[in-house]
């Protein structure tokens, strides 16, 4: 379907368990011409030499985030130089947030922060395939810091109880407040 969006992008983004990958999957099904783009695809594309990220980051882990971070951001621009709506997912948390927001072209830019309570993160962890929290993460922990750290950037929404079809429209109708300065 053509909507009012096409052609500009979304930044999705939250702590481990916060819905982002569904819920930017169902966003992206919007577009005519929707890409979406899992930042941490890159990460996994590491074979050997792939530093576990936790929360304390040593040098060569931190690194390989900048890496996934300017690669996820590369990639969202050509696609969207292309005439895609890109709808890009990840974990940007503290500083990272607006150094992708700044090595995005995208135009019109959404960002998107997915904001869970704590004991909805713990029970979408317990519920899902994936372990997230591990290598010294807990739910409530990552939430606490990734609040606190994250500088607040476009839209801060609490999901906690909407369906995933009514959090989609909820954000497509605040837009206004997602949208990146």
């Not at 819920?23 to 890409?35: K, Y």
Request: proline content about 5%; aromatic content about 8%; glycine content about 8%.
């Amino acid at each position: 379907m053509t909507d009012p969006f096409d052609s500009g992008g979304f930044l999705i983004t939250g702590v481990m368990a916060s819905g982002k990958s569904t819920i930017a999957d169902l966003l992206v099904r919007r577009f005519d011409h929707g890409v979406h783009l899992r930042g941490d695809a890159f990460r996994r594309m590491i074979v050997t030499g792939r530093d576990p990220i936790g929360p304390s980051l040593g040098h060569e882990a931190q690194r390989q985030l900048d890496l996934r971070k300017r690669l996820a951001a590369m990639v969202a621009n050509e696609y969207w130089r292309d005439g895609f709506t890109v709808v890009l997912q990840d974990i940007f948390a503290g500083d990272a947030l607006p150094e992708v927001i700044d090595l995005l072209e995208i135009s019109p830019l959404f960002v998107v922060v997915l904001v869970p309570r704590p004991d909805v993160v713990a029970r979408r962890e317990r519920d899902r395939p994936k372990t997230g929290y591990a290598n010294g993460w807990g739910v409530d922990e990552l939430v606490a810091m990734f609040e606190a750290a994250t500088p607040r950037r476009g839209l801060w929404f609490d999901s906690s109880d909407l369906s995933l079809a009514a959090t989609v429209e909820a954000i497509l109708s605040r837009c206004d407040v997602a949208r990146a300065q």
